[in-house]
């Protein structure tokens, strides 16, 4: 099984920047991903990392820490758009097969 | 083009209909995946397809029933389902799975099921 932990909420000002942490824990890990999710809408993929370090995507950064079962997302010059949740999820490998598991989700607000 | 269509929209449907929802994508990926998402949670994973085959079933109630045609398309066949199965009906699907690469989900706009 899995256990994916990322705080509930959170609140930013526009043109701030933001991080979301996430901790997992996990038997066979096979990367962990970003996503964004609109309310009523699909989640958006932002972000992979399978080793260790930070990977850049404009103004989207994730770092991963398999050591530490530890990820985060990082948000630049935010924007009002950027108001959404934002998804942890955890491949895992077992049995053979692979599995993605999403964490709650942190719901982002960013205010004037 | 990194587009999942999904069909229908919204569908409101009885305890004793039968329905299917429907899951396309032209990206020529291996592997496509049934998620079920209620208000505020996470998606939950239902059903993964890889290469055309049933690779994961999680438990999900029989009165669900997935189906591959083809590598493009993936159906979620509907039965006697309970006011509880309410909920967005999400389609994913990726180039492969695991460490090889390419395994990034990409997620259809989903089905919005109401059951009465």
């Known amino acids: 099984g899995q256990n994916i932990d990322q705080p509930t909420e959170m609140t930013a000002t526009e043109g701030a920047i933001v991080q979301i942490n996430c901790t997992y824990q996990t038997s066979g890990f096979n990367g962990l991903f970003w996503y964004q999710q609109h309310a009523g809408e699909a989640p958006t993929f932002l972000s992979y990392n399978v080793l260790d370090g930070l990977e850049e995507k404009g103004r989207f950064s994730s770092f991963l820490s398999r050591s530490k079962g530890y990820s985060y997302l990082l948000l630049k010059e935010l924007q009002m758009k950027d108001s959404a949740s934002y998804l942890c999820?955890?491949?895992?490998?077992?049995?053979?097969?692979?599995?993605?598991?999403f964490g709650k989700g942190t719901k982002l607000s960013v205010i004037p | 083009d990194t587009e999942v269509t999904q069909t229908p929209k919204h569908l409101v449907m009885g305890m004793t209909n039968k329905k299917s929802l429907k899951c396309e994508q032209h990206m020529g990926h291996r592997a496509m995946y049934w998620y079920k998402q209620k208000a505020k949670k996470p998606p939950e994973l239902m059903f993964v397809?890889?290469?055309?085959?049933?690779?994961i079933n999680e438990s999900v109630p029989s009165r669900f029933s997935p189906e591959c045609p083809n590598s493009s398309l993936l159906n979620l066949h509907l039965h006697a389902l309970q006011p509880e199965d309410s909920a967005l009906y999400l389609c994913a699907s990726s180039q492969g799975q695991g460490l090889a690469g390419g395994s990034e989900q990409y997620f259809g706009p989903g089905t919005r099921l109401t059951v009465t």
């Open positions: 999820a955890v491949m895992d490998s077992g049995a053979g097969s692979y599995q993605l598991t």
């Open positions: 397809y890889s290469y055309e085959k049933l690779s």
